[in-house]
């Protein structure tokens, strides 16, 4: 049985359709990222999950029971926000005790749990510390630990270090899942930052528009984006308009491609539009011979740009009427100079389908 359970979930607001029949499943222990531009709906499918907002239709279920008619005080859940929230008028220790004075524990049971807390996220001995003393990454592990205290069923983290700057991010993202790992905690992990979601994910949940894009694992999302707008927010640049023609083939404006997914596509006869994309790290140039002696899987331009990145050189080029290309070379290929003509071959792993 799921542990947790959003069954076709839909909020409108006015005459549109914030939430579409979002339908969403979590397996006990699993971390599942909300991933998507501001405005898709990401924060308000976590507050209906924790009951601060009603669906219009749909159910939240929890090991097996409706929580619709449950108040958020009584769901056993737990939340951290974006600007963590912490009480400035309570010491450390007290905001981590805060959940557990709640649920009216006795006082050896709270100072036993949060001095664990402390341990937990490496605060030893700042209990005593009030909150406006702390740096902004201890003010994160403090609501962090605040969260987990009292043991919710469910955890959900709603930009949960989006208040932070970029470097201070990267360093405790790690920590961060380290902990929830540690705690076994199903979580629910709202973000707009693709690092953080592949970085911290069991699962992400790609939301546009009210709606879910798709749903998969941090490693074949990145592999397999189903459709071009996902692969356009994962930052994939070359995606080109294309149409089946039988036999394994697509054609894009004259360059004809054998994707190896397509070859055994029992639809691969049937014309229809789709739309193609090259991996970053799909090219290997060529010479103008080997180029010509190929019958496909393969792209000439010219070279607009070269960016030396360590053990590889990003490069963009233009390639007629199939637009700017930008791919991953090896820093070890001598490349032509910028504004010569570039040959490229495609290796047909690197090619993917689009609905």
């Not at 393969?298 to 050189?313: N, P």
């Not at 080029?317 to 070890?332: D, L, N």
């Amino acid at each position: 049985m799921n542990e947790f359970v959003l069954n076709n979930i839909y909020k409108s607001m006015g005459p549109y359709g914030v939430l579409e029949h979002i339908n969403l499943s979590m397996e006990k222990g699993e971390r599942v990222c909300l991933l998507g531009p501001s405005g898709c709906g990401k924060t308000t499918l976590l507050r209906i999950a924790a009951g601060l907002e009603q669906p219009d239709s749909g159910d939240v279920i929890f090991r097996g029971r409706s929580l619709l008619h449950i108040p958020p005080h009584k769901r056993n859940f737990g939340m951290m926000f974006q600007d963590f929230a912490l009480f400035p008028h309570r010491n450390v220790f007290d905001n981590i005790a805060f959940g557990l004075e709640m649920k009216k524990r006795s006082r050896r049971e709270i100072t036993d749990r949060v001095h664990g807390m402390l341990e937990l996220v490496n605060l030893e001995g700042y209990g005593q510390r009030r909150v406006e003393e702390l740096s902004g990454g201890q003010r994160q592990r403090v609501a962090l630990a605040r969260t987990l205290a009292p043991a919710p069923g469910l955890v959900m983290l709603d930009e949960p270090l989006g208040s932070l700057d970029r470097r201070l991010r990267e360093r405790l993202l790690a920590d961060l899942c380290t902990i929830l790992t540690q705690t076994g905690a199903t979580t629910i992990f709202v973000t707009h930052d693709q690092n953080e979601a592949f970085a911290a994910a069991d699962r992400i949940c790609m939301m546009n528009q009210g709606k879910v894009r798709q749903i998969d694992t941090p490693e074949n999302l990145y592999a397999n984006p189903s459709t071009p707008w996902v692969a356009d927010f994962l930052g994939f640049q070359n995606i080109i308009k294309a149409r089946r023609a039988g036999e394994g083939r697509i054609e894009a404006e004259g360059a004809v491609f054998f994707p190896e997914q397509a070859m055994d596509d029992q639809k691969d006869d049937s014309m229809e539009q789709v739309f193609l994309l090259l991996l970053p790290d799909a090219a290997t140039p060529v010479s103008a011979g080997e180029y010509e002696g190929s019958r496909g899987n393969r792209i000439r331009g010219v070279l607009t740009d070269r960016f030396f990145q360590g053990s590889f050189q990003k490069i963009s080029m233009e390639a007629g009427t199939h637009g700017r290309f930008v791919f991953e070379i090896p820093s070890t290929v001598t490349l032509p100079k910028p504004g010569e003509p570039l040959f490229l071959k495609i290796d047909p792993r690197g090619l993917r389908l689009l609905g």
